[in-house]
Nanobody, 116 residues
């Protein structure tokens, strides 16, 4: 069973930065894309960013220009660089590995809190 382990969350002041990492326990065969999603208290889980095998990226409008998704296939790791953080970015962030028609893999989530 492949495991995705997120790290890098924590407490940061508004305007600060964090870098989240998502490490897979092994190379994931058949992966089509890696994504970061987040869920704030009382809200639905939402897509933050996605990166395909070809390196194409998409971002939620709320994070465009502030967040950058990347991946290192040799390390089986995806990253989310978050800059200019706002209190509205406070949420649990989840890593997801999409596998086409197969069920995706999910990480356990990492808390990001933006507060002064």
């Amino acid at each position: 069973q492949v495991q995705l382990v997120e790290s890098g969350g924590g407490l940061v002041q508004p305007g600060g930065s964090l870098r989240l990492s998502c490490a897979a326990s092994e190379r994931i065969l058949g992966i089509s894309s890696m994504a970061w999603l987040r869920q704030a208290p009382g809200k639905q889980r939402e897509l933050v960013a996605r990166i395909t095998n070809g390196g194409n990226t998409i971002y939620a409008d709320s994070v465009k220009g502030r967040f950058t998704i990347s991946r290192d296939n040799a390390k089986n790791t995806a990253y989310l660089q978050m800059n200019s953080l706002k209190p509205d970015d406070t949420a649990v962030y989840y890593c997801k590995a999409d596998r086409g028609l197969l069920a995706p893999y999910w990480g356990q989530g990492t808390q990001v809190t933006v507060s002064s």
